[in-house]
């Protein structure tokens, strides 16, 4: 198990100015936008604009603070996405562009290289146990509060904007475990076969 505390955390600001992002974790190590096989960010989005494209790339989004945006991806009708409601994923090929409901909000971003990995992003309410294949992972994430993760003989607490990185060969299964005013997110990951 891997602990990422937030102070370890660097972060960047746009090229355009809309906002900063805050790398939590990626895949291989020192992987760059274009090379990487998984990467989980925070993005402060301050102004409305258009995302970045990121071609071959899975994404999907959730707001961990402020009220929320509506997002329009290609042609589709815009989805509203808030605070609490589910995660939405798109593909980073798709010209997409948000429009802020409320105010500034910090989102969490979850990419993949289709072909190489895939996710699923989910929100946790209540204490849940895990058990990972061999090749799979997974990515814990605290937000406004802190969670305790379990695995084996090892208990972690996780503060706003910590994280914990597990994998099948390593630790196999896990519980996490939040408290009442903690925002818990679980990635689970999942490496696909190469021929």
């Given at each position: 198990m891997?602990?990422?505390?937030?102070s370890?955390c660097?972060?960047?600001?746009?090229k355009?100015?809309?906002?900063?992002?805050?790398?939590?974790?990626?895949?291989?190590?020192?992987?760059?936008?274009?090379?990487?096989?998984?990467?989980?960010?925070m993005?402060?989005?301050?102004?409305d604009?258009a995302?970045?494209?990121?071609?071959?790339?899975?994404r999907?989004?959730?707001?961990?603070?402020?009220?929320?945006?509506?997002?329009?991806?290609?042609?589709?009708?815009a989805?509203?996405?808030?605070r609490?409601?589910y995660?939405?994923?798109?593909?980073?090929?798709v010209p997409?562009?948000?429009?802020l409901?409320?105010?500034?909000?910090?989102?969490?971003?979850?990419m993949?290289?289709?072909g190489?990995f895939?996710?699923?992003?989910?929100?946790?309410r209540?204490p849940?146990?895990?058990?990972l294949?061999a090749?799979?992972?997974?990515?814990?994430?605290?937000?406004?509060?802190?969670?305790?993760?379990?695995s084996?003989?090892?208990?972690?607490?996780?503060d706003?904007?910590d994280?914990?990185?597990?994998?099948?060969?390593?630790?196999?299964s896990?519980?996490?475990?939040?408290?009442?005013?903690s925002e818990?997110?679980?990635?689970?990951?999942?490496e696909?076969?190469?021929?």
């Amino acid at each position: 198990m891997k602990i990422i505390r937030a102070s370890s955390c660097r972060t960047t600001p746009w090229k355009n100015g809309g906002g900063t992002t805050t790398e939590i974790a990626a895949e291989p190590p020192g992987a760059s936008l274009g090379t990487f096989d998984w990467r989980i960010s925070m993005a402060s989005v301050v102004v409305d604009g258009a995302f970045s494209t990121f071609p071959g790339i899975d994404r999907t989004l959730a707001v961990v603070s402020g009220k929320g945006l509506m997002l329009t991806i290609g042609s589709k009708a815009a989805v509203s996405l808030e605070r609490g409601s589910y995660p939405i994923s798109f593909d980073g090929d798709v010209p997409t562009s948000a429009r802020l409901t409320g105010g500034e909000i910090t989102d969490l971003n979850v990419m993949t290289r289709r072909g190489r990995f895939s996710h699923r992003l989910q929100r946790i309410r209540e204490p849940i146990s895990c058990t990972l294949g061999a090749r799979e992972g997974a990515v814990v994430l605290s937000f406004n509060g802190s969670a305790k993760l379990i695995s084996g003989q090892d208990t972690v607490t996780l503060d706003h904007a910590d994280a914990a990185i597990l994998t099948g060969m390593h630790e196999g299964s896990f519980r996490i475990v939040t408290s009442d005013s903690s925002e818990c997110y679980l990635v689970l990951l999942h490496e696909h076969q190469v021929t």
